[in-house]
Nanobody, 122 residues
Framework: VQLVESGGGLVQTGGSLRLSCAAS????????MGWYRQAPGKQRELVAA???????NYADSVKGRFTISRDNAKNTVYLQMNSLSPEDTAVYYC?????????????????WGKGTLVTVSA
């Protein structure tokens, strides 16, 4: 299974970006998917998560500005980021809790993408 993020880049304060993360491989079912971020010198933190039933959870710092959504048919999760500030600058990682098929059986696994850099200039 692979998770591939896209959509990062450089944006000015107040701008918007939309991140995408597509999961591929021997996937039986995806449960929760989420976005984490890690700024230089800081620990990785949860930004937003969404369950298979579309329940969402957000970090307090992004509530009202970021929106997480998913397309189950495409095994893809999105993060719409609005009103960006320099404090949002970080590498953003996609995460998926899923069941993958192995030799006709399934097993629960957690996968991470390699990350996409978001830089917000002042």
């Amino acid at each position: 299974v692979q998770l591939v993020e896209s959509g990062g880049g450089l944006v000015q304060t107040g701008g918007s970006l939309r991140l995408s993360c597509a999961a591929s491989g021997s996937i039986f079912r995806i449960n929760a998917m989420g976005w984490y971020r890690q700024a230089p010198g800081k620990q990785r933190e949860l930004v937003a998560a969404i369950t298979s039933g579309d329940s969402t959870n957000y970090a307090d710092s992004v509530k009202g500005r970021f929106t997480i959504s998913r397309d189950n048919a495409k095994n893809t999760v999105y993060l719409q980021m609005n009103s960006l500030s320099p404090e949002d600058t970080a590498v953003y990682y996609c995460n998926a809790d899923l069941r993958e098929t192995v030799g006709g059986l399934w097993r629960a696994m957690t996968y991470w993408g390699k990350g996409t850099l978001v830089t917000v200039s002042a």
